[in-house]
């Protein structure tokens, strides 16, 4: 529980003042943590009457935040108010947020940086290709979008059919896409639920953060009408960083599945949404 100091947490002088893009993403995200946050969980006792909602109230969060009802209702309705990253830091404790999830919360909230209008790179220098084609391993670069830009003759044997849908149309293919409507692919990775739900988190805070760019959102929109799965784990509003995980296969001909660690190799400064993917096999 809070102590009584942070009971006036509201009253810090405020850090920025959200604009309506940002304050709308906020809402929705702290709407989506409350929702999956109950009532035992964050210490309180059991309330009498029915809860017409699922997770916690909004007064509940507020006084664990300690801030007015009011205040935090107005930053879940995306109303355009001023947040102080004392507050914000307050709300995130209180939603006990993990700590990708915290990062995000900053992110959106975005206390010290003006927001950016953020471009994509289609196109990659052919010496990359050339470094792609020299690793053993499979391997592709990608961006934000999760478009396939430049990958090697090892990912083609992993994917199976899927590689001549990347070989043959003249636009990036898109990963997640792929993951969700190719269906070999989808038999060949064991753990596809897990890694369903962990490439959607991932691409969730590339959503956010590129708002001003409509594809995003068309993107999300075709994809949910095409995969169910996938629009039932977008409303989960999951959020996650991209990290060293593990991935199964199991192919045609082969007497026993495969292991593979999938690192994620930062780009360069000049491209900053680009990410090059190396499936290391994991060696029992």
């Known amino acids: 529980m809070l102590n009584k100091q942070d009971s006036d947490i509201d009253e810090a002088p405020p850090h920025r003042e959200l604009d309506k893009s940002r304050a709308k993403r906020l809402g929705d995200y702290l709407k989506s943590r409350r929702s999956r946050l109950k009532p035992e969980q964050?210490?309180?006792?059991?309330?009498?009457?029915?809860?017409?909602?699922?997770?916690?109230?909004?007064?509940?969060?507020?006084?664990l935040a300690g801030v007015s009802a009011t205040y935090y209702a107005w930053l879940e309705q995306g109303r355009e108010v001023s947040v102080s990253r004392e507050v914000i830091e307050s709300i995130g404790r209180a939603l006990q947020l993990t700590e990708d999830e915290y990062k995000h919360l900053l992110e959106l909230w975005n206390g010290n940086e003006p927001e950016a209008v953020l471009s994509i790179t289609r196109e990659v220098q052919p010496k990359w290709k050339e470094i792609v084609n020299g690793i053993a391993y499979p391997a592709f670069i990608s961006n934000d979008r999760t478009e396939l830009l430049i990958w090697n003759q090892a990912l083609e044997d992993l994917l199976g059919n899927a590689s001549n849908l990347i070989k043959n149309v003249e636009h990036p293919l898109n990963?997640?896409?792929?993951?969700?409507?190719?269906?070999?692919?989808?038999?060949?990775?064991?753990?596809?639920?897990?890694?369903?739900?962990?490439?959607?988190?991932?691409?969730?805070?590339?959503?956010?953060?590129?708002?001003?760019?409509?594809?995003?959102?068309?993107?999300?929109?075709?994809?949910?009408?095409?995969?169910?799965?996938?629009?039932?784990?977008?409303?989960?509003?999951?959020?996650?960083?991209?990290?060293?995980?593990?991935?199964?296969?199991?192919?045609?001909?082969?007497?026993?599945?495969?292991?593979?660690?999938?690192?994620?190799?930062?780009?360069?400064?000049?491209?900053?949404?680009?990410?090059?993917?190396?499936?290391?096999?994991?060696?029992?």
Not at 44 to 62: F, H, M, Q, Y
Not at 195 to 218: C, E, L, N, Q
Not at 246 to 255: E, M, N, S
């Open 175 to 284: 990963m997640l896409a792929l993951q969700f409507t190719e269906p070999e692919m989808r038999s060949r990775l064991i753990n596809w639920e897990a890694m369903a739900a962990h490439a959607v988190g991932i691409f969730r805070t590339a959503y956010d953060k590129y708002a001003h760019d409509p594809w995003f959102a068309k993107f999300v929109n075709e994809l949910s009408e095409r995969s169910e799965e996938f629009a039932n784990l977008w409303k989960q509003h999951r959020v996650e960083a991209k990290r060293v995980t593990r991935v199964i296969y199991q192919a045609p001909g082969w007497l026993q599945a495969r292991a593979y660690d999938i690192n994620s190799l930062a780009f360069t400064t000049d491209h900053p949404d680009l990410h090059m993917c190396i499936f290391f096999p994991v060696v029992e």
């Open 42 to 63: 964050a210490g309180l006792t059991k309330t009498r009457g029915i809860r017409r909602t699922p997770g916690l109230r909004r007064e509940e969060v507020a006084i």
